[in-house]
């Protein structure tokens, strides 16, 4: 069965940074291309971001290019996304996704 959970989420200042983290188990991990995606208050749901199984390609949506890194340690079978200079449009509940499936997230909140 697979399991995501994701954690790490705060409520934070703009401008500020964290680090979301998602423990995966129930598959194998090194070999899953991994997502991140979010869900604003009242809005659909966004991608954010990719990863391939090895890590050696990656993925960004215009909206965080150059502000939110992804990155895995496959070893831990962890999967993180780094968020730097945050807006108050960053503020959603984000979620890790292999394929379909999802965890339960975790709600990052920006505001002064």
């Known amino acids: 069965e697979v399991q995501l959970v994701e954690s790490g989420g705060v409520l934070l200042q703009p401008g500020g940074s964290l680090r979301l983290s998602c423990a995966a188990s129930?598959?194998?991990?090194?070999?899953?291309?991994m997502s991140w995606v979010r869900q604003a208050p009242g809005k659909g749901l966004e991608w954010v971001s990719f990863?391939?199984?090895?890590?050696?390609?990656?993925a960004y949506a215009e909206s965080v290019k150059g502000r939110f890194t992804i990155s895995r340690d496959n070893a831990k079978n962890t999967l993180y996304l780094q968020l730097n200079n945050l807006k108050t449009d960053d503020t959603a509940m984000y979620f890790c996704?292999?394929?379909?499936?999802r965890g339960r997230g975790t709600q990052v909140t920006v505001s002064s």
């Open positions: 996704r292999k394929g379909l499936e």
């Open positions: 129930g598959f194998t991990f090194s070999t899953a291309a």
């Open positions: 990863i391939n199984g090895g890590g050696s390609s990656t």
